[in-house]
């Protein structure tokens, strides 16, 4: 169950976004006055402010050296949690450290091995490896998770279980009990998560504030998962027209003067599958093919999109400038024999 995505409330958002680029050193991905994205490794975390100071656990997953580098950065900040016998740096199947962070969540790191590929970065974080989601019942949080992810680790406890397999957990535990290693009680806050599943599928909580969007990766060599074809026009309107009315496609989503453009996409007949037409300030002379003949695949696990990015270089395609600064942001465009254009986008899509 990998984690692809988080979004999770906060009340201090200036001295959270401080904390996760500063203090964390993760990449800053957008930020607004209600709203911060970081990414932690293949993970991307959504700050967004909030009226009320939420309490959540999150476990962060990296190598050897990078750990023993937070955990003296952390130290000499006078931020790390001691156990119960007042050790700082502890050890389950790796190195072990607990934190807060300026809204009183509390933080984990985890050394783990790193699972993608040959070329294991130096420095950095890997991934978000658990998310702790309270619940008044975890035997029935389980049972209602069932039909949307797969449990390899088929905890049997009242009171707390990992939900999940190796790639990523959900840590569940019973409303009330102690986040270790402090003397917190667990409570609930919303959670929405973007993770990695064997089907397509979304679970919301009928009475908890969690939502959960489950995505299917295609295969090992390519493991996108959302597909868009990308077309440009200088008649948004009759296009529009067109395949909403005329050929019946159902308008999926939309947007207006981002960097320059509007556009529409057409399910395919839903998100996985879609078809986008985009629209510039200007109109612009449109050959075939143009530079925004797309073919879009949206790969959420940076270091496997890197890895297709290498392999395509060393057969000689390197990367080129999007005409559209969207693509750019995230994404790696790489043009085929013919000119026609792939894309390459780090994230889980719509």
Same mark, same amino acid.
């Given at each position: 169950?990998?984690?692809y995505?988080?979004?999770l409330?906060?009340?201090h958002?200036?001295?959270?976004?401080?904390?996760?680029?500063?203090?964390?050193?993760m990449?800053?991905?957008s930020e607004?006055?209600h709203?911060?994205?970081?990414?932690a490794?293949?993970?991307?975390?959504?700050?967004?402010l909030d009226?009320s100071?939420?309490?959540?656990h999150?476990?962060?997953?990296?190598g050897?050296?990078?750990i +023993?580098?937070?955990?003296?950065?952390?130290a000499?900040?006078?931020?790390l949690?001691?156990?119960?016998?007042?050790h700082?740096?502890?050890?389950?199947?790796g190195?072990?450290?607990?934190?807060f962070?300026?809204?009183?969540n509390?933080l984990?790191i985890?050394?783990?091995?790193f699972?993608w590929?040959?070329?294991?970065?130096?420095?950095?974080?890997?991934?978000i490896?658990?998310?702790g989601?309270?619940v008044?019942?975890v035997?029935k949080?389980q049972?209602?998770?069932?039909p949307?992810?797969?449990?390899?680790?088929?905890?049997?406890?009242?009171?707390?279980?990992?939900?999940?397999?190796?790639?990523g957990v959900f840590?569940?535990v019973? +409303?009330?009990r102690?986040?270790?290693?402090?003397?917190?009680?667990?409570?609930?806050?919303?959670?929405?998560?973007?993770?990695?599943?064997?089907? +397509?599928?979304r679970?919301?909580h009928p009475?908890?504030?969690y939502?959960?969007?489950?995505?299917k990766?295609w295969?090992?060599?390519?493991p996108?998962?959302?597909?868009?074809m990308?077309r440009?026009?200088?008649?948004m309107?009759?296009?529009i027209?067109f395949?909403e009315?005329?050929?019946g496609?159902?308008?999926?989503?939309g947007?207006?003067?981002?960097?320059?453009?509007d556009g529409?996409m057409?399910?395919l007949?839903?998100y996985?599958?879609?078809?986008?037409f985009?629209?510039s300030?200007?109109?612009?002379?449109?050959p075939?093919?143009?530079?925004?003949?797309l073919?879009?695949?949206?790969?959420?696990?940076?270091?496997e999109?890197?890895?297709i990015?290498?392999r395509?270089?060393d057969?000689?395609?390197k990367?080129?400038?999007?005409?559209?600064?969207?693509?750019?942001?995230?994404?790696?465009?790489i043009?085929?024999p013919?000119?026609?254009?792939?894309?390459?986008?780090?994230?889980?899509?719509?």
């Amino acid at each position: 169950m990998k984690i692809y995505q988080l979004y999770l409330k906060c009340f201090h958002l200036d001295e959270m976004k401080k904390f996760y680029t500063e203090d964390l050193e993760m990449e800053l991905l957008s930020e607004s006055e209600h709203h911060f994205t970081v990414s932690a490794g293949t993970t991307k975390i959504f700050f967004e402010l909030d009226t009320s100071i939420p309490y959540y656990h999150v476990c962060f997953r990296t190598g050897s050296k990078y750990i +023993e580098h937070m955990y003296h950065k952390l130290a000499e900040n006078k931020l790390l949690l001691s156990d119960e016998k007042g050790h700082y740096s502890m050890f389950w199947e790796g190195k072990q450290v607990y934190f807060f962070d300026p809204d009183g969540n509390i933080l984990e790191i985890l050394e783990r091995p790193f699972h993608w590929g040959e070329s294991q970065p130096e420095a950095g974080w890997y991934d978000i490896g658990e998310i702790g989601m309270p619940v008044p019942s975890v035997k029935k949080m389980q049972e209602s998770l069932r039909p949307y992810i797969r449990d390899q680790r088929k905890d049997e406890n009242d009171t707390f279980a990992f939900y999940g397999d190796q790639k990523g957990v959900f840590v569940i535990v019973k +409303e009330g009990r102690n986040w270790k290693p402090s003397a917190r009680a667990a409570t609930i806050h919303p959670i929405t998560a973007v993770v990695l599943g064997e089907q +397509e599928g979304r679970f919301t909580h009928p009475e908890l504030p969690y939502d959960v969007f489950v995505r299917k990766e295609w295969n090992d060599a390519v493991p996108a998962v959302q597909f868009r074809m990308a077309r440009p026009t200088n008649q948004m309107d009759k296009i529009i027209e067109f395949y909403e009315e005329g050929l019946g496609l159902e308008k999926i989503g939309g947007f207006k003067g981002h960097a320059g453009y509007d556009g529409v996409m057409f399910g395919l007949p839903n998100y996985s599958y879609h078809l986008e037409f985009t629209q510039s300030e200007e109109k612009v002379k449109l050959p075939m093919p143009t530079k925004e003949h797309l073919l879009v695949f949206y790969l959420p696990n940076l270091f496997e999109l890197n890895r297709i990015v290498h392999r395509l270089s060393d057969m000689g395609y390197k990367e080129v400038e999007p005409e559209n600064p969207y693509w750019g942001r995230g994404g790696v465009t790489i043009e085929d024999p013919d000119g026609y254009r792939i894309v390459l986008m780090n994230t889980v899509g719509i």
